[in-house]
């Protein structure tokens, strides 16, 4: 068989044509990935909004935060803490939260140290709760399926089905998880999923009589914090690791992490 | 035909069948992928209701308001109308069935949250008034002078 010149060209063509295909063209959609196309909109993204300019770090949202979703009180662990950031004129930093803040800053002593108030540069309050990632590494580590996302954002963890292994709250690079000392199993915030999927807002939300916290719909384009996300200057924990947390902050400092 | 290698081939071929069986038993029906996938979503599906059905304990001042008008509307009146009847007076839960009696939390310690004097500018708190714990009347409880539904004095 004599391959002519004509041959090689038509040949040539075809060979540019499928190496100029794009890969997507040819890429096969599952049906998860389908019908998140196609009902993308009108659904739910819960996030949360902190504005650390109003926090006066009084500690109420984590004592509502403990009473409501049966913390032990009195155990160093909390699903929703304070933080208290003090950087001084020297450049030195001071970061404390005593018990997770659940009696709230009263003196303006860190770990027994006095501040005195001519040295303070800046101080304030950063209230942390867990960022419901939107690639959340605890649960990708998970080796038993005993904690997830719900479609609406939420990771929650299964009690039953969870082995207390602890891979998660080593996974987690905001600390947000520990092991939970009644049920010994992993806890974590939830965003109080039995209330905000009743139509009310977090044992924190209401809690606060600042309105330092916000819970909203990220795919309501009408939704208060959405609104705030897409029009103001918000920033988010720890962005380098690649979990595209979903916790924003307004007048978040470069020391806090 | 006779081989050394076959006898730990059936064990391992026995083992799978055993494993095999033994999974509808062991998993729950409803375990599978969920919304996010098999890498975020897998899960067992009725566990998002067991969560949707978990206790509500805080059911904020709009609960309160239809049997305590009164303290409602002086609460709501003055500057302390931020803040929510929970915060001091406890979880409602399904008050006044269960607890039929809330514990309020009168203390000291309870107003120092936001009125001891912290001098962080940049935060809301140094613009709250308040006092120096140690300076001011430090043995009396806040409530013996001030109405903490109307905190200004003589109100």
């Keep these: 068989m004599k391959f002519t010149r004509r041959d090689f060209l038509t040949t040539a063509a075809k060979g540019a044509l499928i190496t100029a295909l794009p890969a997507g063209a040819i890429k096969f959609l599952g049906p998860d990935e389908v019908r998140a196309d196609i009902d993308s909109s009108g659904k739910v993204r819960w996030a949360f909004l902190v504005d650390t300019f109003k926090c006066v770090g009084c500690g109420l949202c984590v004592k509502a935060c403990k ?33 997770g803040a659940r009696d709230g800053f009263t003196d303006n002593k860190v770990r027994g140290d006095e501040v005195d ?3 303070i540069g800046k101080a304030f309050f950063v209230p942390k709760l867990c960022n419901q990632c939107d690639s959340p590494p605890c649960v990708q580590v998970c080796p038993v399926g005993a904690t997830y996302q719900v479609g609406d954002g ?25 092991f939970h000392p009644v049920h010994k199993v992993a806890e974590k915030c939830n965003f109080c999923y039995h209330r905000i999927t009743k139509g009310m807002q977090t044992a924190c939300v209401d809690a606060c009589p600042f309105g330092a916290r916000k819970i909203g719909n990220l795919k309501d384009p009408e939704d208060p914090v959405t609104k705030i996300v897409l029009t103001e200057r918000v920033g988010v924990l720890k962005s380098e690791y690649g979990t595209k947390p979903q916790v924003y902050y307004l007048g978040l400092d470069e020391n806090v992490r | 035909m006779k081989s050394h290698a076959w006898r730990p081939l059936w064990l391992i071929l026995g083992l799978v069948g055993i494993i095999l069986l033994a999974r509808p038993l062991v998993v729950p029906s409803d375990f599978g992928t969920g919304e ?6 897998y899960h067992r599906k009725s566990n998002e209701d067991e969560w949707k059905a978990f206790k509500v304990k805080y059911r904020t001042k709009e609960y309160c308001k239809d049997c305590h008008q009164e303290n409602y509307e002086s609460s709501m009146s003055s500057k ?23 514990v309020i939390d009168k203390s000291r310690a309870q107003c120092l949250r936001c009125h001891s004097y912290l001098p962080y500018e940049q935060s809301h708190r140094s613009k709250i008034k308040g006092i120096d714990p140690k300076e001011h009347n430090p043995d009396m409880e806040c409530s013996m002078c001030h109405n903490p539904h109307k905190p200004n004095l003589g109100g």
């Design chain 1, 117 to 119: 108030p001519k040295d």
């Design chain 2, 36 to 41: 996010r996938g098999f890498m975020y979503g």
């Design chain 1, 67 to 99: 009473n409501e979703n049966e913390t032990p009180y009195g155990a160093p662990v909390t699903r929703t803490w304070v933080e208290r950031y003090i950087i001084k004129k020297n450049g030195e930093m001071l970061a404390d939260t005593p018990l």
């Design chain 1, 154 to 178: 939420v990771v929650l963890v299964d009690r039953s089905w969870c082995i207390g292994c602890g891979y998660c709250i080593m996974a987690c690079p905001y600390g947000v998880r520990f």
């Design chain 2, 80 to 102: 302390h109308n931020a803040i929510q009847c929970e915060n001091c007076h406890g979880p409602a839960v399904d008050h006044p069935e269960e607890p039929a009696k809330l």
